[in-house]
């Protein structure tokens, strides 16, 4: 079993900044695809950036220049810097991994708790 513990959400102004940081923990083999989504009240759930274990980075094209997503595998930790925040950013951002538990495994999707971040205007 593996966890996936969120930290960095918070109530910023609109034009600041914060770093979402998204570690895993537990039992595995290895991570694979690791990502960042984000839930504004009465909405789905959208993808906001992802990055492989090979360090291929994707960030959605409607936030590109404001969020960065970054990885340290050493530290099983995926990062989320976002840059001049708006009231559209306000929501729960969770963060996503695909763990391996042996060479062979497809692997299991885990999910975080989610971290509120409130963009006031």
């Known amino acids: 079993q593996a966890q996936l513990v969120e930290s960095g959400g918070g109530l910023v102004q609109a034009g600041e900044s914060l770093r979402l940081s998204c570690a895993a923990s537990g039992s595995m083999y290895a991570i694979d695809d690791m990502a960042w989504y984000r839930q504004a009240p009465g909405m789905q759930r959208e993808l906001v950036a992802s990055?492989?274990?090979?360090?291929?980075?994707y960030v959605a094209d409607f936030l590109k220049g404001r969020f960065t997503i970054s990885r340290d595998n050493a530290k099983n930790t995926i990062y989320l810097q976002m840059n001049s925040l708006q009231f559209g950013d306000t929501g729960v951002y969770y963060c996503s991994a695909n763990v391996l538990s042996s060479y062979w495994d497809t692997g299991t999707l885990y999910w975080g708790q989610g971290a509120q971040v409130t963009v006031s205007t």
């Open positions: 990055t492989t274990r090979g360090g291929i980075m």
